[in-house]
């Protein structure tokens, strides 16, 4: 089945230590985002890529870095995790432009800070 | 800039029965979609319905509807003969139309829902 794969599903790294979560899909989507989803609040996104245009949104922190080398994978890096990057992160897919389908989500990646 | 709110926290309905979850949404654009997505504990997000908002007629999935009102920008979701599975969060989320569109979602701030067997 088509669908967004999120790896690893559970990820602990020591505070300060930089760490990669990655996203691959097989929907041939142009459009990869990744969210940040604290404890029962809302996704809040981060970035997305549109085919190779990387789009950051303006409240991002410059410590959040995120990676597509091809249409199918998309990468986040986290250069030195604080306490409060603690969170669920989340991938998605759509189509761009007027072709544009709803979202489709990976089961995420619950990111643990020690 | 859009803006999606949900006021209700946390509900809860007995297993058979019927739950309107509720939403409002701000915005000065005429083209845009509605969605209620649905996310299970632990499991991923998946969509509900939608809505596109040049659409009069209101949505429905089976035992899922919209009472959509653009006037109002009100878009509650009405879930009838509740079942054990459909326990979860809800959001209410808002995307831009149109050929610049880059699919960004606008979230609410969910709804925890508890059906109650």
């Known amino acids: 089945d088509a669908m967004v794969i999120q790896n690893p599903r559970y990820q602990v790294t020591q505070f300060g230590k930089p760490v990669t979560l990655s996203c691959s899909q097989t929907?041939?989507?142009?459009?990869m985002y990744w969210y940040q989803q604290k404890s029962s609040q809302a996704p809040k996104l981060l970035f997305h890529y549109y085919d190779k245009d990387f789009n950051n949104e303006a409240d991002t922190p410059d410590n959040f870095q995120s990676r597509r080398p091809n249409t199918s994978f998309c990468f986040l890096d986290i250069r030195s995790p604080g306490l409060g990057d603690a969170a669920m992160y989340l991938c998605?897919?759509?189509?761009?432009?007027?072709?544009?389908?709803?979202?489709?989500f990976g089961q995420g990646t619950r990111l643990t800070v020690v | 800039a859009q803006t999606v709110t949900q006021s209700q926290p946390e509900m809860s309905v007995q297993e058979a029965e019927t739950v309107t979850l509720s939403c409002t949404y701000d915005t000065s654009e005429s083209d845009y979609y509605l969605f209620w997505y649905k996310q299970p504990p632990s499991r991923q997000m998946i969509l509900v319905i939608r809505?596109?908002?040049?659409?009069?007629q209101n949505a429905t999935e089976n035992r899922f509807s919209v009472n959509f009102q653009k006037a109002a920008k009100s878009f509650s979701l009405k879930i009838s003969d509740s079942q054990l599975g459909d326990a979860a969060m809800y959001f209410c989320a808002y995307r831009r139309d149109g050929s610049s569109n880059t699919g960004k979602l606008i979230f609410g701030q969910g709804t925890t829902l508890q059906v109650k067997p």
């Open positions: 929907l041939n989507h142009n459009v």
């Open positions: 998605a897919t759509s189509r761009g432009g007027l072709m544009n389908t709803e979202a489709f």
């Open positions: 809505q596109e908002a040049y659409k009069q």
